[in-house]
């Protein structure tokens, strides 16, 4: 097992009527601003019941942070921040919503070019360079990236998406109510089950380092989600799948499956790059890149694959490339069952345009991606093409 630190803050709040809970961790005399998407928790009431819990207290509303939350969007939020002296902030949304709080908070009182702040890459982003940071809480409305207990965040600026990292940004508490997300189409529940599967494979699908405690709780999680996801996609009210889901998306990104073994993210990485170029969600992003990589990077990943077809997918086979074959076929069928695409011809993307892609990798420093920094643009490009 390798060395690590593990240490997370932020306070969970689970379960079915939990929203009041709010009122105990936001101080009594705060001024809060509320950050919210293109409207579903308007509709669904959300945002009332909310404000009801807040009472006395100070409150505005900023909303309209949009699906891979663009600066642009979340400078005007700032305004509002600086203006009013915000001094808490309630995300109610999905990644979406909380990564552009995290930035949000980052940036209200930087004195620099906010936009430095979305050089730092992995390093992390600490009070001595941006100061003082705003508090913040979530209501989580899309189990999917883990945002809600992680302090990353991932910014769209110009043709890129710009990871910001802080251990200023865990968020003070989030709440989780697995009924919150009934009201999610189908889509984004699927996008949510594969987003959260691929974190966990980025974090247990790379060399072995007899982490047995890390791969046990991966594999538990990865038995998890293929266990609930038919009956989660086809009965969204179903209270217990669903809050299954919740719990797994949060534990696959809250730093303790992947605290002690090597981590690749370059599944991530070149996702990126298709949403940013095509438009594709996020989730669905990696479905097209992770079969395709795990093709790819079968040698690197030898000894992990094998143990992955052994233990998630019970494949028996005497033949080693056989057992690696058939796991990464049935990885690419459970995406599927979701009734996601995982080519991307299916997306109307041609062979002429991954060029655009590995030239864009390449424009944004991915050039020494996964667990051994030795993939490079020409092995990306391989795996572009095999996802064709
Ligand atoms: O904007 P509204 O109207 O709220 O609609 C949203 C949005 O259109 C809708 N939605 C959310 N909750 C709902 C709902 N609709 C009905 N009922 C509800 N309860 O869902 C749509 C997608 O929301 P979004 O927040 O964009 O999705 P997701 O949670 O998948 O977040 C994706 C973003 O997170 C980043 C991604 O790059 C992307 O920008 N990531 C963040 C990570 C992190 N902070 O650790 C890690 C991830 O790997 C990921 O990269
Ligand atoms: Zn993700």
Redesign the pocket.
């Known amino acids: 097992m390798l060395n690590f630190e593990f240490h997370n803050p932020t306070r969970i709040i689970f379960g079915k009527d939990r929203l009041a809970r709010m009122d105990s961790h936001v101080p009594a005399d705060a001024t809060v601003l509320i950050t919210?998407?293109?409207?579903?928790?308007i509709r669904?009431g959300l945002i009332d019941k909310v404000k009801v819990i807040l009472g006395n207290r100070k409150v505005y509303e900023f909303g309209g942070?949009?699906?891979?939350?663009r600066y642009e969007t979340l400078m005007k939020a700032v305004e509002v921040v600086r203006k009013e002296k915000i001094d808490f902030i309630i995300a109610v949304?999905?990644?979406?919503?909380?990564?552009g709080t995290?930035f949000i908070t980052l940036a209200a009182y930087y004195e620099g070019d906010t936009r430095d702040l979305l050089k730092h890459g992995f390093r992390p982003i600490t009070s001595e360079i941006v100061g003082k940071v705003v508090p913040l809480g979530t209501v989580l409305?899309?189990p999917?990236?883990?945002?809600e207990m992680?302090s990353?965040?991932?910014i769209?600026y110009g043709d890129g998406?710009f990871p910001v990292m802080s251990p200023l940004t865990f968020p003070k508490f989030s709440i989780l109510d697995p009924t919150?997300?009934?009201?999610?189409?189908k889509i984004?529940v699927a996008?949510?089950i594969i987003?959260t599967f691929v974190?966990i494979t980025e974090q247990y699908l790379t060399y072995p380092v007899n982490g047995i405690v890390q791969d046990r709780l991966a594999e538990g999680l990865l038995l998890t989600l293929i266990e609930i996801a038919e009956a989660t996609m086809a009965e969204p009210e179903n209270y217990d799948a669903r809050a299954n889901l919740v719990w797994s998306a949060t534990l696959a990104?809250n730093g303790l499956i992947g605290a002690g073994v090597p981590q690749d993210w370059a599944t991530?990485m070149i996702g990126?790059e298709l949403?940013v170029k095509f438009g594709i969600?996020?989730?669905q992003t990696l479905a097209i890149v992770l079969p395709a990589l795990l093709d790819v990077r079968r040698e690197q990943k030898r000894a992990k694959l094998l143990q992955y077809a052994e233990r998630i997918w019970k494949i028996e086979s005497d033949h080693e490339d056989e057992k690696i074959y058939l796991a990464i076929q049935k990885t690419r069928e459970f995406f599927e069952s979701l009734g996601v695409k995982t080519r991307l011809s299916e997306h109307g993307v041609t062979e002429n345009q991954i060029a655009d892609v590995v030239e864009q990798l390449k424009a944004h420093g991915m050039v020494a991606l996964s667990e051994t920094q030795d993939l490079t643009p020409e092995i990306s490009q391989k795996i572009l093409e095999k996802a064709m």
């Open positions: 919210y998407g293109g409207g579903s928790a669904s942070i949009e699906p891979n939350p949304g999905g990644g979406s919503v909380i990564d995290k409305t899309l999917a990236t883990g945002s992680n990353g965040a991932v769209s998406k919150i997300t009934y009201t999610l189409p984004q996008n949510g987003d974190h990104l991530h990126h949403t969600d996020h989730g």
